[in-house]
Nanobody, 116 residues
Framework: QVQLVESGGGLVQAGGSLRLSCAAS????????ISWYRQALGKQRELVAG???????NYADSVKGRFTISRDGAKNTVYMKMTSLKPEDTDVYYC??????????WGQGTQVTVSS
């Protein structure tokens, strides 16, 4: 069974940095896409960044130039480096993995809190 384990969240001051990790296990296939989403209480989950197996990436306008998504394909792990963090980046961050034949899976979420 596919499992996604997220790590790297925490409390940071505005202007600081964090690196989130999403490790996928239990699949004999490499992922097609792994994406990071974020969600605040009472709001819809929104796409932050995504990376395809061949390396192409996409970002929400609000994080372009500040967040960088990368992958370690051999480990089925994706990282998201977040810099110049703002209080409005405070959210629970979730990773979502799309696998061929297996479908989509979500991680449990990791809290990111940016203090002003």
């Amino acid at each position: 069974q596919v499992q996604l384990v997220e790590s790297g969240g925490g409390l940071v001051q505005a202007g600081g940095s964090l690196r989130l990790s999403c490790a996928a296990s239990g699949s004999t296939y490499s992922f097609d896409v792994i994406s990071w989403y974020r969600q605040a209480l009472g709001k819809q989950r929104e796409l932050v960044a995504g990376i395809r197996s061949r390396g192409s990436t996409n970002y929400a306008d609000s994080v372009k130039g500040r967040f960088t998504i990368s992958r370690d394909g051999a480990k089925n792990t994706v990282y998201m480096k977040m810099t110049s963090l703002k209080p409005e980046d405070t959210d629970v961050y979730y990773c979502k993995a799309e696998f061929p034949f297996l479908g989509n899976y979500w991680g449990q979420g990791t809290q990111v809190t940016v203090s002003s």
